[in-house]
């Protein structure tokens, strides 16, 4: 569409932020990135978000959409006339919501327990939990190449944004995801494949390296 304007509100370290740079990248759209500096918050995200103020935020002609897999969808619609990012069934849609929920409700609690906990016992139940969940999108997985099928998709996007973090998550709870989910890993590194996921994705050297400082600098190390 000409003259349309696309500015994306993100924090490097953000799985969330992630997705949408994901999805932008496999419509093919051009947009602006304006980085925050979280926990500052920027005087536009407060005006574009101010329910919750948090990233990210994608502005499109002016209006803001928040939350990353509304986003997603979002873009999913308005460029529909480019690669489809959810199935075509109406069934199939429903089931990659219903797992991208689950992987928020998830994924992201149990993430925090392990990269922030404060005992041995906190990490090493995180690390039991968060291995159960894994081992189960695994097995929503199966033998496709993608959580879809044969093409690349919504529930990939949502589960791709945590990837960086995984890395992290090995190194404080001492363990190997790949190790446990193989087949899960085998399906990330498909993913990584693509430019669009690769060139979208922090540094997980990076992100560690801020997790790691930032336990001794709040004194749980």
């Not at 693509?194 to 001794?216: A, H, I, Y």
Request: net charge neutral; hydrophobic share 40%.
């Amino acid at each position: 569409m000409a003259g349309e304007e696309l500015i994306l509100l993100n924090f490097w370290p953000s799985m969330f932020g992630a997705r949408v740079r994901i999805a932008l990248a496999e419509k093919g759209l051009k947009y602006e990135e304006k980085a925050e500096d979280l926990p500052y918050k920027s005087r536009l995200l407060r005006q574009m978000n101010p329910i919750y103020k948090k990233v990210p935020v994608l502005i499109h002609n002016g209006k803001p959409v928040c939350e990353s897999l509304i986003i997603v969808e979002y873009i999913d619609e308005v460029w529909s006339d480019r690669v489809p990012l959810l199935p075509s069934h109406p069934y199939a849609r429903a089931q990659a919501r219903f797992w991208a929920d689950f992987i928020d409700k998830k994924i992201h609690g149990l993430g925090n327990k392990i990269t922030w906990h404060e005992s041995k016992d906190e990490v090493e139940e995180g690390k039991k939990e968060l291995t159960n969940i894994l081992k189960q999108l695994e097995g929503v997985l199966g033998e496709k190449p993608y959580f879809g099928g044969d093409v690349f998709g919504f529930l990939d996007i949502a589960l791709m944004g945590y990837y960086p973090s995984f890395h992290t998550y090995e190194t404080c709870a001492n363990f190997s995801i790949e190790a446990e989910c193989p087949k899960l890993m085998e399906w990330a590194k498909r993913c990584l494949e693509r430019d669009t996921v690769s060139k979208s994705l922090t540094d997980p050297n990076k992100l560690c390296d801020m997790v790691m400082r930032s336990r001794k600098k709040f004194g749980l190390d």
